[in-house]
């Protein structure tokens, strides 16, 4: 039966939440998914594995707070003066560097400031500069592709570099800076360019959840 190894299974669970989601056509019918995806989580039972459908109960809660928030417009409602949206941000870095480094299980309070975080430094970001809130917005469009595929492009590079430099790429420190930004870049430009390749066909779009 379908299932993903442990590093793939947000391509089932993404997918999956975006299908349920175009289901309920309006934001007050989100809100009660929003409900309904709480009522999920906190079931006390493991879902099968087959199409991750375990790893979309635990995320989904997730998922639908972001739905809910831009929903309602929450950032443009709730007025954050600099050092409250600074002191978000840096709660949330504290928060996960502490559960990385001692592994505290942070699972509801880490992804909360997670998104309060996102909110915040996308806030402080568009008064920055102009062109800066314009590359964002066209990264942002294309930030589910870019997480979809993002580790086949940079597997790809890597395999090439590697072919390349050989062995050159983990033992010398500057073969090694220069090859993971080319890695990175290629895992982002690529997904970009092929979300961009997707708008103009009505049936990718669709399955990708495009606006075109």
């Known amino acids: 039966m379908p299932s993903a ?11 999956e939440m975006f299908l349920v989601v175009r289901l ?7 809100f009660m998914l929003l409900i309904l995806s709480i009522l999920l989580f906190f079931i006390p039972m493991p879902f099968t594995q087959i199409f991750c459908l375990n790893e979309f109960k635990h995320n989904f809660v997730y998922f639908m707070m972001g739905v809910f928030l831009s929903d309602y417009k929450f950032s443009k409602h709730v007025k954050m003066n600099l050092s ?7 709660t949330f870095l504290i928060l996960y560097a502490f559960n990385t480094v001692y592994g505290v299980s942070m699972s509801i309070l880490l992804p909360l400031f997670g998104v309060g975080a996102v909110l915040a430094i996308s806030s402080i970001v568009t008064k920055v500069n102009e062109s800066i809130m314009k590359f964002i917005l066209i990264v942002s469009s294309a930030s589910y592709t870019i997480y979809l595929f993002h580790t086949t492009f940079e597997g790809f590079a890597k395999a090439i570099l590697m072919k390349i430099m050989g062995k050159n790429i983990v033992n010398n420190d500057s073969y ?3 090859s993971s930004l080319v890695i990175v870049l290629f ?15 009505k049936y990718l779009s669709f399955a990708f959840g495009i606006k075109r």
């Open 5 to 15: 190894g442990y590093f793939t299974w947000f391509v089932f669970a993404l997918f």
């Open 24 to 30: 309920f056509k309006t934001k007050e019918k989100r």
């Open 84 to 90: 409250l949206k600074i002191l978000i941000a840096v």
């Open 176 to 178: 090694f800076l220069i």
């Open 187 to 201: 895992g982002c430009i690529m997904p970009i360019i092929l979300h961009n390749c997707f708008k103009k066909n």
